[in-house]
Every structure is written in structure tokens, then in C-alpha cells.
T-cell receptor, first 109, second 116 residues
Framework: TQLLEQSPQFLSIQEGENLTVYCNSS?????LQWYRQEPGEGPVLLVT?????EVKKLKRLTFQFGDARKDSSLHITAAQPGDTGLYLC?????????FGAGTRLTVKP | NAGVMQNPRHLVRRRGQEARLRCSPV?????VYWYRQLPEEGLKFMVY????????ESGMPKERFSAEFPKEGPSILRIQQVVRGDSAAYFC??????????????FGSGTQLSVL
């Protein structure tokens, strides 16, 4: 079983729609990070959330860290084809960063 | 201001051969991490190195796999006697300091290893 469970695994929507993807764990994390990965490239950090209940906005992306620091969500408003990619959440665990399996988002024009 | 450079981008090996994957971190970064990614999966931690030292290799198979980060030159992930199950994308990331809870990792573009 994954330490970090991401849902949905796949999501295909039309341009202009809103969406939310989730990252859940039974463990408490001191922080969670969200990365976006495009085909053939490495992940790129989008945001780090540290405080329980924290909300961070990055243009049309809104990230929230659960009050208990076990889960996080990413909401995208008015999705664009350029948002297409694999969205990965990651949490610091002992000496390494543990990643979820990701949500593969496709935004159709 | 180059980012993390990995080479080769694609590597094809036959079963039993050796694979050497190279990673040059961001200039000034002394901490390197290797991850493995299978299709439709996230990144699995393999090893964390600081210059000339292996800090954590708990994610790396004990046999056939080794990693180094010499004082001079790139970090190398070495896979001996490759098998088909080693086929995957291998990503390297670097950071400027000791891992902290909100540290930023800079990733390379990965090496896609295909074992025939």
C-alpha cells in the first residue's frame, strides 16, 4: 500500500471546467508538497504546505493542507490544456521524500 | 544557470549488461537523490547521497545496484547484470542543503532505461 494515496488516478475534462484532486494518508506529515510532471520530464515543485489548515493559491491553483496534516487537496479553476500533466503529492518521511502515485490530468480543448 | 543534468536520456541494454546513469546536480548543490518511476506510478526513493557519502540507501536493492557521488564529477547510479524488471525511468534530484521538511528538490529530466 502507498503511504500517500492520490485520487482520482486519471481525470479527463474539458477546457474551462473546475476540478479537485486529493492526496490522503493515515500518517501525519510535517509538510506536503505538490509537483507537476510533464511527459518525458522530471517533476517540478508547485507548492509546499506546512501548517494544518493552510491554503495557498498559485494563479488558478488552490492548495489546501488538512487540519490534521494527513491530507491535502489541489483545486484547479477553469482548467486549461496547459494544465495537462501528472500531479504528484509528496511528504517528508524520515530521510527521504515519499511520493504518491499521482493523478494524471488531461484537459481537452 | 544549468539545472540538474542527466545523461543519457535513453539507454538500451541487453539482459546481463551494465547500466551507468549519470547525474550532474545544480551548481553548488551537494545533496543528490535518485528515484525510480514505473509507468502509471509515482516516484520511488532509492538513495540519498552527499558528496562522497551515502546518507540513506534504504530504497535501493542490495544486489546489483550501487550509487556514488564523488568529490569531483557527477553522481553515478550503476546497475549490474540488468534484468527486464529494471526497465524504468530513473530520476535524479538535487538540493542545496541537508534535507528539511520543506526543502525543494530540483529534478533532472530522467534516464529511460530499457532492458531487452
Amino acid at each position: 500500500t502507498q503511504l500517500l494515496e492520490q485520487s482520482p488516478q486519471f481525470l479527463s475534462i474539458q477546457e474551462g471546467e473546475n476540478l479537485t484532486v486529493y492526496c490522503n494518508s493515515s500518517s501525519v506529515f510535517s509538510s506536503l508538497q505538490w509537483y507537476r510532471q510533464e511527459p518525458g520530464e522530471g517533476p517540478v515543485l508547485l507548492v509546499t504546505v506546512v501548517t494544518g489548515g493552510e491554503v495557498k493559491k498559485l494563479k488558478r491553483l488552490t492548495f489546501q493542507f488538512g487540519d490534521a496534516r494527513k491530507d491535502s487537496s489541489l483545486h484547479i479553476t477553469a482548467a486549461q490544456p496547459g494544465d495537462t500533466g501528472l500531479y504528484l503529492c509528496a511528504g517528508a518521511w524520515a530521510n527521504d521524500m515519499r511520493f504518491g502515485a499521482g493523478t494524471r490530468l488531461t484537459v481537452k480543448p | 544557470n544549468a539545472g540538474v543534468m542527466q545523461n543519457p536520456r535513453h539507454l538500451v541494454r541487453r539482459r546481463g549488461q551494465e547500466a551507468r546513469l549519470r547525474c550532474s546536480p545544480v551548481k553548488g548543490h551537494s545533496h543528490v537523490y535518485w528515484y525510480r518511476q514505473l509507468p502509471e506510478e509515482g516516484l520511488k526513493f532509492m538513495v540519498y547521497l552527499q558528496k562522497e557519502n551515502i546518507i540513506d540507501e534504504s530504497g535501493m536493492p542490495k544486489e546489483r545496484f550501487s550509487a556514488e557521488f564523488p568529490k569531483e564529477g557527477p553522481s553515478i547510479l550503476r546497475i549490474q547484470q540488468v534484468v527486464r524488471g529494471d526497465s524504468a525511468a530513473y530520476f535524479c534530484a538535487s538540493s542545496p542543503r541537508v534535507r528539511a521538511t520543506n526543502e525543494k528538490l530540483f529534478f533532472g529530466s530522467g534516464t529511460q532505461l530499457s532492458v531487452l
